[in-house]
């Protein structure tokens, strides 16, 4: 049995349940799987945009697959998706569909890696915080509220070093990037309120984006160069796009999702820069300065307090 913590008020929304003990546990476990895949994800998309790949060929490779393996789960769940809202499964295709596939890849054509990993999930649990408080009034409690600030002040601190050295169009990449993220908050937002199985959900935003693919092929909006690229390189971005992020991600983190809540995982989510960074020093030949090691420093420590992981002591009356 989960563990779960209800409201009072027993007709309050199934989506503010927030899994309690081993089962939260579990939930921040899926959540820092999910920011390792990710964090795999961004590195490779940016070794992607950097050969003769285009977005559309990494889009088919992160829908393709999942939308065939987890067909059957859609199916099994067709007749509780006719009573989920319509306005959350747009959310749900729309948010981690294709707009925000081509948004963050295309981003890359401008922008490093350190950008995406800082504005993409750096800065969506700011955003998912702020559609949960004002659109679904939802509480902010004090050590969250903590969290958040120290995750800003890191992300913030990140982005005044990276554009420190601004060169040439850098900045529409990290327009890109923050269109991108508001697409992602709102996937998480609509997840979580949607309550369907993840594999269902994943296999429904698999197979719109499918679809939406192939339409935009035939009609020549998209061009393809994936026999440009070699053997070792398509299935190095096979495995990341379908297998890792396609399915292992799109459950893991649909599994957090409903056990945590969309803003603790989102919160989660920050800690995808700090591991981005990391990979990038040897896949990339990135660096990370002292000064940018502090602003990651700030971000773990917001994603702690943000999250749930560790509480802070109440004030004593």
Same mark, same amino acid.
């Given at each position: 049995?989960?563990?779960?913590?209800?409201s009072?008020? @027993?007709?309050?929304?199934?989506?503010?349940?927030?899994? @309690?003990?081993?089962?939260?546990? $579990?939930?921040?476990?899926?959540?820092?799987?999910?920011?390792?895949?990710?964090?795999?994800?961004?590195?490779?998309?940016?070794?992607?945009?950097?050969?003769?790949?285009?977005?559309?060929?990494?889009?088919?490779?992160?829908?393709?697959?999942?939308?065939?393996?987890?067909?059957?789960?859609?199916?099994?769940?067709?007749?509780?998706?006719?009573?989920?809202?319509?306005?959350?499964?747009?959310?749900?295709?729309?948010?981690?569909?294709?707009?925000?596939?081509?948004?963050?890849?295309?981003?890359?054509?401008?922008?490093?890696?350190?950008?995406?990993?800082?504005? $993409?999930?750096?800065?969506?649990?700011?955003?998912?915080?702020?559609?949960?408080?004002?659109?679904?009034?939802?509480?902010?409690?004090?050590?969250?509220?903590?969290? $958040?600030?120290?995750?800003?002040?890191?992300?913030?601190?990140?982005?005044?070093?990276?554009?420190w050295?601004?060169?040439?169009?850098?900045w529409?990449?990290?327009?890109?990037?923050?269109?991108?993220s508001?697409?992602?908050?709102v996937?998480?937002?609509?997840?979580?309120?949607?309550?369907?199985?993840?594999?269902?959900?994943?296999?429904?935003?698999?197979?719109?984006?499918?679809?939406?693919?192939?339409?935009?092929?035939?009609?020549?909006?998209?061009?393809?160069?994936?026999?440009?690229?070699?053997?070792?390189? $398509?299935?190095?971005?096979?495995?990341?796009?379908?297998?890792?992020?396609?399915?292992?991600?799109?459950?893991?983190?649909?599994?957090?999702?409903?056990?945590?809540?969309?803003?603790?995982t989102?919160?989660?989510?920050?800690?995808?820069?700090?591991?981005?960074?990391?990979?990038?020093?040897?896949?990339?030949?990135?660096?990370?300065?002292?000064?940018?090691a502090?602003?990651?420093?700030?971000?773990?420590?917001?994603?702690?307090?943000?999250?749930?992981?560790?509480?802070?002591?109440?004030?004593?009356?």
């Amino acid at each position: 049995m989960m563990d779960i913590t209800h409201s009072k008020n @027993t007709s309050e929304a199934h989506y503010r349940n927030i899994a @309690t003990g081993k089962t939260f546990q $579990l939930g921040l476990l899926a959540a820092f799987i999910t920011v390792c895949i990710w964090a795999s994800w961004l590195v490779s998309v940016k070794m992607g945009v950097q050969s003769a790949l285009t977005s559309f060929d990494l889009a088919l490779m992160r829908y393709g697959l999942p939308a065939l393996v987890l067909l059957p789960f859609l199916y099994q769940s067709r007749r509780r998706l006719l009573v989920v809202p319509a306005w959350t499964l747009l959310g749900i295709v729309f948010g981690a569909g294709i707009p925000f596939f081509f948004l963050s890849s295309q981003g890359m054509h401008y922008a490093p890696v350190s950008h995406a990993g800082l504005l $993409l999930p750096g800065t969506f649990p700011l955003f998912v915080t702020a559609i949960a408080f004002f659109v679904f009034k939802e509480p902010l409690s004090r050590p969250r509220f903590i969290g $958040l600030l120290a995750i800003m002040f890191g992300v913030l601190a990140l982005l005044i070093i990276s554009m420190w050295s601004l060169k040439e169009d850098v900045w529409k990449g990290d327009l890109l990037f923050l269109g991108a993220s508001f697409f992602w908050a709102v996937y998480t937002i609509s997840l979580r309120v949607a309550g369907l199985p993840p594999l269902a959900a994943t296999g429904l935003l698999s197979v719109v984006s499918l679809v939406a693919l192939f339409v935009m092929f035939v009609t020549g909006s998209v061009t393809s160069g994936i026999g440009l690229v070699s053997t070792d390189e $398509l299935i190095w971005q096979f495995a990341v796009q379908a297998i890792l992020v396609g399915l292992f991600a799109g459950f893991s983190y649909g599994y957090s999702i409903n056990l945590l809540g969309a803003e603790r995982t989102a919160a989660m989510g920050a800690l995808t820069p700090v591991l981005a960074s990391i990979m990038a020093i040897p896949l990339l030949q990135e660096s990370i300065g002292l000064a940018a090691a502090l602003g990651l420093c700030f971000v773990c420590i917001g994603v702690v307090l943000a999250s749930g992981i560790v509480k802070l002591p109440r004030k004593s009356h």
